[in-house]
């Protein structure tokens, strides 16, 4: 059996090393290291894939969620929602910008942001919001956006972990994730579903003076070379990573399906497991596993974690400590939280290896040993 890891990158690379070593010392001959062919194709690649006018790629995925909140020219103070239990790079720049992260809780079956929990974070001060299709699957964008729209706040979707998934509208209308919001972000990091070979990100959006204004902010404030009409910041994908980008992006169905078949495998064996909980997909989500996570209950985690190990089985928990127990948080007065299911779920989380190269054997490895911890 090969050895088991929570993402085999090597095993994916050697699957397409000619194609990627061919577009990668195409770049280096070409000396067109910031910019170019590449960059320019990849974006209107992935704007034909998901469905949406303009991508503006960046440097990576926490990068494209603070340039998305620099477009909106929000005050300091400001207050903008987001989930706690997701990965820190959403509320850190809310932060970084100065302005309020408002913590609303999370579903404690599909783990993303349950709109009831964020309608009673609003007040008249939020300026944003900001939902994380988290693990792969779609907030419940339909509530989410109707809430929005009635208090007339935009909506960034954190999509770093779900590109490629479907959602269905009330109206039947099927999107992808990342292109409901006015703004939607993504993260090419190498062990997200469409990763890169280094870091990577893109911001996503329909509204051209918007797409305009994201350009112009990551690119040092210009649109005209050496004027700078607002203080931006410099993030670009480079063209190697585009290169790299370009030949992965037309097998992200494929893989997202492998990573699927996976979480089918996972879902079968787990099914009588009654300690355990596999994920719950919303029905008008599909779901691309960027991670698969259990949830226990009765079942001692460390254990199970340190029983996996010695079998050669690694697995995480996403996340050990959520957002606003932080110690970034600590000097920020959070406010009256009620973060019951985040707190909650933090403590009854696991997530198992999930990538687009798991076998069936390294599967009924993986299910065999989790069981008999369970049961013993
Ligand atoms: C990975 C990730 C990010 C940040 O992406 P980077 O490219 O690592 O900066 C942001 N939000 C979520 C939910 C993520 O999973």
Not at 65 to 84: R, Y
Not at 92 to 103: G, I, N, Q, S
Not at 244 to 258: F, G
Not at 259 to 264: D, F, H, I, Q
Request: proline fraction near 5%; include cysteine.
């Amino acid at each position: 059996m090969r050895p088991i890891q929570m993402v085999d990158l090597k095993q994916q690379y050697h699957q397409i090393k000619k194609e990627i070593d061919e577009a990668v010392l195409q770049v280096l001959e070409s000396t067109v290291f910031i910019g170019g062919k590449g960059v320019q194709d990849f974006s209107n690649n992935l704007a034909e894939y998901l469905g949406t006018k303009h991508i503006i790629p960046c440097a990576n995925g926490t990068d494209a969620l603070q340039i998305a909140l620099m477009a909106l020219d929000l005050k300091p103070g400001d207050e903008v929602i987001t989930p706690s239990f997701t990965y820190v790079a959403t509320a850190e720049v809310v932060a970084l910008l100065r302005l309020k992260a408002v913590f609303a809780d999370v579903d404690p079956d599909t783990f993303c942001m349950s709109p009831e929990s964020m309608e009673r974070c609003i007040t008249p001060r939020t300026k944003a919001i900001i939902p994380v299709h988290l693990y792969g699957q779609a907030a419940p964008m339909a509530k989410i956006l109707e809430i929005a729209d009635r208090h007339g706040i935009p909506v960034i979707e954190d999509n770093a972990q779900a590109i490629g998934a479907d959602y269905r509208l009330p109206d039947g209308t099927v999107k992808k994730t990342g292109t409901m919001g006015l703004i939607g972000t993504t993260s090419f990091f190498p062990s997200k579903n469409l990763g890169c070979y280094g870091d990577g990100g893109a911001i996503i959006t329909d509204n051209a003076t918007l797409a305009d204004r994201l350009k112009m902010i990551a690119n040092h404030g210009q649109k005209v070379r050496y004027y700078h009409e607002m203080v931006g910041c410099n993030s670009r994908l480079d063209a190697l990573q585009a290169a790299i980008l370009n030949i992965k992006l037309p097998k992200l169905d494929t893989y997202n399906a492998s990573r699927r078949r996976a979480a089918e495998f996972y879902n079968q064996a787990f099914a009588g497991l009654s300690p355990v909980t596999t994920p719950v997909v919303a029905p008008e989500n599909s779901h691309v596993y960027h991670q698969y996570t259990l949830k226990l209950e009765g079942v001692n985690r460390d254990g199970l974690r340190d029983y996996l190990e010695e079998k050669g089985i690694p697995s995480m928990l996403y996340y050990p400590v959520p957002v606003h127990k932080q110690k970034m948080f600590d000097s920020v007065d959070l406010g009256q939280l009620d973060l019951k299911v985040t707190d909650w779920l933090t403590e009854r989380v696991i997530s198992l290896p999930m990538h687009s190269e798991l076998d069936e054997e390294q599967l009924t490895y993986i299910t065999k040993h989790v069981s008999d911890f369970v049961h013993r």
